[in-house]
């Protein structure tokens, strides 16, 4: 069945350049997410949509990263002028509705290597 | 939000029992507790999730506390295929903060 789709797979950028990265959630998913996630370490929380409204960015690392959701199906995380410290991968996921009794469904991932 | 401690790491033999813990003290009278296990190059999939009572899936059981301040998830017979990070988290209105996890390593 269809799942969290994510792309680019894989993306390589010059440091300044800016990036944009695509999450396709599961069909009829109110709740989307994304996540960054550093070689070693746990996902660690970037920003959360409930439709196209975005309640918690509290975890965007600066004013570089965006995120949006317009028509809350697809969503674009853009990170503009990009710096080394944002090589990561950059993971998306989508529930049926909010958390808290409902389990995460994870696309695998963008892994973004700046130059 | 409330936080989770787990073990760095823990190891297994192939086809026994694994009990992974998750310290959760702080955890509040709402808050679901939720496992998943991430293989590598590829994104964390859900295992499991329970609130007070014990829960039984076909990938694994969740045993809680009765103070709810930690809980064990059980895989009953260990394979090769379940070595990987596994992760408690106590998801927080749309916030989840998963930790480094446990790295269960499974030897044959």
């Known amino acids: 069945g269809a799942g969290v789709s994510q792309s680019p797979r894989y993306k390589v950028a010059k440091r300044g350049q800016d990036v944009a990265l695509r999450c396709d959630p599961i069909s009829g998913h109110v709740s989307l997410f994304w996540y960054q996630q550093a070689l070693g370490q746990g996902p660690e929380f970037l920003t959360y949509f409930q439709n196209e409204a975005q309640l918690d960015k509290s975890g965007l690392p600066s004013d570089r990263f965006f995120a949006e959701r317009p028509e809350g199906s697809v969503s674009t995380l853009k990170i503009q002028r990009t710096q080394q410290e944002d090589s990561a991968v950059y993971l998306c996921a989508s529930s049926h509705l909010g958390t808290l009794n409902q389990p995460q469904h994870f696309g695998d991932g963008t892994r973004l290597s700046i130059l | 939000d409330a936080k989770t401690t787990q073990p760095n790491s823990m190891e297994s033999n192939e086809e026994e029992p694994v009990h992974l813990p998750c310290n959760h003290s702080t955890i509040s009278g709402t808050d679901y507790i939720h496992w998943y296990r991430q293989l590598p190059s590829q994104g964390p999939e859900y295992v499991i999730h329970?609130?007070?009572s014990n829960v039984n899936n076909r990938m694994a059981s969740l045993a809680i506390a009765e103070d709810r301040k930690s809980s064990t998830l059980i895989l009953h017979r260990a394979t090769l295929r379940d070595a990987a990070v596994y992760y408690c988290?106590?998801?927080?209105?749309?916030?989840?903060?998963f930790g480094d996890g446990t790295t269960l390593t499974v030897k044959p």
């Open positions: 329970g609130l007070t």
């Open positions: 988290i106590l998801p927080n209105a749309g916030k989840s903060t």
